[in-house]
């Protein structure tokens, strides 16, 4: 089959690799028919240390269950399926308590011997734990897009506005206009928040933001931003503020953006080691939290939404690509051409 | 009147100072019977700049008033009260919320203009909002300390393990077994917990500490502190991570020990500015919470436990002066001779 093979910053491959197979009988095959890029992907795409080997990439897919092994139960062959971007077996303590990115049976999709998603077909370990069966077609053209957010974006972004406490009494800012921080506007909005500031500054983002709730943009960054912010929200800051960049800079700014007594909820891969968590923020009582969202746990909350039409965050996809033309769609994100980049099967 | 001046590192001086006054409508002047000295008082004690003019200290006071102004409601002469470790005027946006350390028209004792708790007397700004009457007499012996402990300690310790969501189904390590460690155990236990672990190697600390009903005592620091309690807690770290230091090594402790999913609430005031708050912990999904406990909001709720005799919290006290010798009460504690040390006047 083809998949996609990353060697390096800016060194992305789509090659022929070996058909997956079932090698444990907790595994499912399946043939993959949407796949996306993530802004996670362009971490390593801008900055990994050289992979002489090659490592698969893709955490993001949804498709049709070819085969299952003996020990899966409640899928079969010809079931759509969506994947989560963590496996996890969704029975251990941590599964329990919905921390499926804990799963002490779980990984990472492109770990050693396990598929990434940028490809034609994934062998999924902890199948049963890992896939969720939705309830539509694979020729479903308009709702497959929303469909494939529950793999990682959309419940990216309602992880952060879940964990930051989002209701209809906060205020909430969000910094970041890529696909995640959308995605957190849009859950901001699902959860009845009704001021929702949205930080970013490329206007085709900014104004998908306002369709998805954003009641105000802020375009100003650094000093600027954290002035405006101040102003819109009475001179104190917003209850919440949503972190879906992950560089330092934008962890500075929620720190100074957050209300005394809120929550900094960050989504966004952290960029550093340390950060600013001294007196300051301990003097205003300002919770840091968020993380690696545990997408598999939201999914059966998130999906009636998707398919009853309330919420499409699908609209976050901007290009749809072939497999041949990964390469092209990881440059085109990463230089911003391109918001989110779907690849279709 | 007789009250404590510092002016550097080591330098606690006791001095004769202008007897308080009214100055605003909403004054109250307490005659202090009780005081004490503070973890966090230590920290100028051993490394604040000089103040060649000196600097009035200490937060933590119960007495009696003496005096109301023209706009202080509900406070006679005669009234025995104990003030929170800042003043505030309970009505403003954040004291209704419960944020009273982010009061709009409060502040700190011994700052310009404002007495420190460890004098003869008080002016005490906001008094209405700031002061909490005690149902006890002045000569109460037995229930004082413990009354005292809600002006910080107590009400300290139990909020970290409020922020952390400490309750029946958490596991707790409290770091530190200083007063405020010996109060969170206590909190804890008052909220709940069944298993509290305490990082402490002073070991009459740690006995009391088991009194309060810590259920483990770990006396190792650093890697072989987090190997045992991660012993102690399967192999997971505890839900909950009480800091009650302040330290950068204690945060670091904290976050090695703290379980994926979980709460590190932090009441030490922080000697640090960036803390390891990067990509590990967001794998993790570890909340920082805590900071400066806002006492007042949480008297109401902790004075009847110690009025009726659930809580001893002022058995954290070993050692009883005169005001004439709070230097040697500095030393005392900064030497760990003494775990807190009372005044009375």
Same mark, same amino acid.
């Given at each position: 089959?083809?998949?996609?093979?990353?060697?390096?910053?800016?060194?992305? !491959?789509?090659?022929?690799?070996?058909?997956?197979?079932?090698?444990?009988? +907790? %595994?499912?095959?399946?043939? @993959?028919?949407?796949?996306?890029?993530? =802004?996670?992907? *362009?971490?390593?795409?801008?900055?990994?240390?050289?992979?002489?080997?090659?490592?698969?990439?893709?955490?993001?897919?949804?498709?049709? @269950?070819?085969? +299952?092994?003996?020990?899966?139960?409640?899928?079969?062959?010809?079931?759509?399926?969506?994947?989560?971007?963590?496996?996890?077996?969704? +029975?251990?303590?941590?599964?329990?308590?919905?921390?499926?990115?804990?799963?002490?049976?779980?990984?990472?999709?492109?770990?050693?011997?396990?598929?990434?998603?940028?490809?034609?077909? @994934?062998?999924?370990?902890?199948?049963?734990?890992?896939?969720?069966?939705?309830?539509?077609?694979?020729?479903?053209?308009?709702?497959?897009?929303?469909?494939?957010?529950?793999?990682? /974006?959309?419940?990216?972004?309602?992880?952060?506005?879940?964990?930051?406490?989002?209701?209809?009494?906060?205020? @909430?800012?969000?910094?970041? %206009?890529?696909?995640?921080? *959308?995605?957190? /506007?849009?859950?901001?909005?699902?959860?009845?928040?009704?001021?929702?500031?949205?930080?970013?500054?490329?206007?085709?983002?900014?104004?998908? =933001?306002?369709?998805? =709730?954003? +009641?105000?943009?802020?375009?100003?960054?650094?000093?600027?931003?954290?002035? !405006?912010?101040?102003?819109?929200?009475?001179?104190? =800051?917003?209850?919440?503020?949503?972190?879906?960049?992950?560089? *330092?800079?934008?962890?500075?700014?929620?720190?100074?953006?957050?209300?005394?007594?809120? #929550?900094?909820?960050?989504?966004?891969?952290?960029?550093?080691?340390?950060?600013?968590?001294?007196?300051?923020?301990?003097?205003?009582?300002?919770?840091? #939290?968020?993380?690696?969202?545990?997408?598999?746990?939201?999914?059966?909350?998130? *999906?009636?939404?998707?398919?009853?039409?309330?919420?499409?965050?699908? !609209?976050?996809?901007?290009?749809?690509?072939?497999?041949?033309?990964?390469?092209?769609?990881? !440059?085109?994100?990463?230089?911003?051409?391109?918001?989110?980049?779907?690849?279709?099967?």
């Amino acid at each position: 089959m083809q998949a996609t093979v990353i060697y390096g910053p800016g060194d992305v !491959r789509v090659e022929h690799v070996p058909d997956p197979k079932i090698i444990e009988s +907790t %595994d499912a095959v399946v043939r @993959v028919i949407r796949s996306c890029i993530c =802004g996670s992907d *362009l971490w390593p795409y801008s900055g990994m240390d050289p992979a002489p080997e090659g490592r698969r990439i893709g955490h993001e897919f949804l498709g049709v @269950v070819e085969e +299952t092994g003996s020990d899966v139960n409640g899928l079969r062959r010809g079931d759509l399926v969506v994947a989560p971007f963590v496996y996890s077996d969704n +029975t251990c303590e941590f599964c329990v308590e919905g921390l499926h990115t804990s799963c002490l049976h779980g990984g990472n999709w492109g770990d050693e011997q396990v598929d990434g998603g940028q490809g034609e077909a @994934v062998r999924v370990p902890q199948a049963a734990g890992t896939l969720v069966k939705l309830p539509a077609g694979a020729d479903d053209a308009a709702l497959l897009p929303s469909l494939l957010t529950l793999s990682d /974006v959309f419940a990216t972004g309602h992880h952060a506005a879940v964990k930051a406490g989002v209701n209809e009494r906060t205020t @909430v800012t969000v910094i970041g %206009d890529g696909a995640v921080g *959308l995605c957190a /506007v849009l859950a901001a909005k699902r959860l009845g928040a009704e001021q929702i500031i949205l930080m970013g500054r490329h206007e085709a983002r900014t104004d998908l =933001g306002r369709s998805f =709730g954003a +009641t105000d943009v802020v375009a100003e960054r650094g000093k600027e931003g954290t002035a !405006r912010i101040r102003e819109l929200s009475g001179g104190r =800051g917003t209850h919440t503020v949503l972190e879906c960049v992950g560089t *330092l800079p934008a962890f500075e700014t929620a720190m100074r953006v957050v209300r005394a007594g809120g #929550t900094v909820s960050r989504v966004g891969v952290p960029q550093y080691k340390d950060g600013p968590i001294g007196g300051l923020q301990f003097g205003r009582n300002v919770t840091v #939290t968020g993380g690696v969202a545990p997408a598999r746990h939201y999914i059966p909350e998130l *999906l009636p939404d998707i398919m009853e039409g309330r919420v499409e965050p699908g !609209r976050v996809f901007d290009r749809m690509i072939g497999i041949s033309a990964v390469p092209e769609g990881y !440059r085109a994100m990463a230089a911003r051409e391109a918001l989110k980049v779907q690849i279709l099967f």
